[in-house]
């Protein structure tokens, strides 16, 4: 069921690295960008409070300097620069729009942006800001998933969106299997246990521990994210309730 009233108060939302650069094979596609800031400019007009964890595989992962013979947590710590880079990209597309945006990096850069606190995160969302979390969670070995799940319990949030290339969690690979099918509702346990690729383990884990519930749904849906946030649209809802 749907109406124009969210069913949500305060939610975060994490947009993966890949998500911005649209169909370019690397970076930012600015009018992918300006797209999802829509939407969720289109949420904070709905009186939704909205935190926002970014990734940075577009441009960089840890994994691939460690595959290389090199540093993993070089690699690591040049992957939470790329998130500070898409934070960037994305405050201004919000700006843009007249959103009141701030980016608050868990790795301190104050010439760039405002250092990460609860306390400063809370006060800007109260304020009614869009709060975008960059860094990840500071430390290498992490994701930004991670971030996601650390933030959200971090800030109250009612709900986890991960806006994903599909629209939910599916049985199988929905773009290489034609009989894979879609999960309407499971629980942060199913998920583990099934090995389902959404988030990775330790954001799933923390999120169960929290009780924070999981919406995977389609970033790429213009709309989809308000659609979501009032109770229709396609997604899997991951909950232990
Ligand atoms: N990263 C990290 N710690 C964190 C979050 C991210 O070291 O808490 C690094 C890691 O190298 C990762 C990269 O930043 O590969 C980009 O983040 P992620 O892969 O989660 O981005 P996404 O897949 O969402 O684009």
Known sequence: MSSSTPVYKRVLLKVSGEALMGS??????????????SDIAEARRMGVEVGVVVGGGNIFRGVAVASKGGDR????HMGMLA????????????RKLDIDTVVLSAIAM????????????????????VVIFAGGTGNPFFTTDSA???R????GAQAIFKGT???????????????????????HSEVLEKGLAVMDVAAVAL?????????????????????????GGLKTIVTDN
Do not use: W
Not at 73 to 76: I, L, P
């Open 110 to 129: 104050p010439e760039i942006c405002e250092s990460f606190s609860q306390r400063q995160a809370l006060h800007h969302m109260d304020q009614g800001r």
């Open 207 to 231: 999120a169960r521990e929290n009780a924070i519930p999981i919406i995977v749904f389609s970033i790429h849906e213009k709309g989809g994210f308000g659609q979501i946030l009032t109770g």
């Open 152 to 155: 959200a319990a971090e800030i």
């Open 24 to 37: 370019q094979g690397f970076g930012i596609d600015v009018a992918v960008a300006d797209r999802i800031a």
């Open 73 to 76: 947590v070089t690699g690591d």
């Open 165 to 187: 290339q599909v629209d939910g969690i599916y049985s199988a690979d929905p773009k290489k299997d034609p009989d894979a099918t879609r999960f309407e509702r499971l629980t």
């Open 83 to 94: 998130t500070v880079i898409n934070a960037l990209a994305l405050a201004t597309s919000l």
């Open 148 to 150: 996601g799940a650390l």
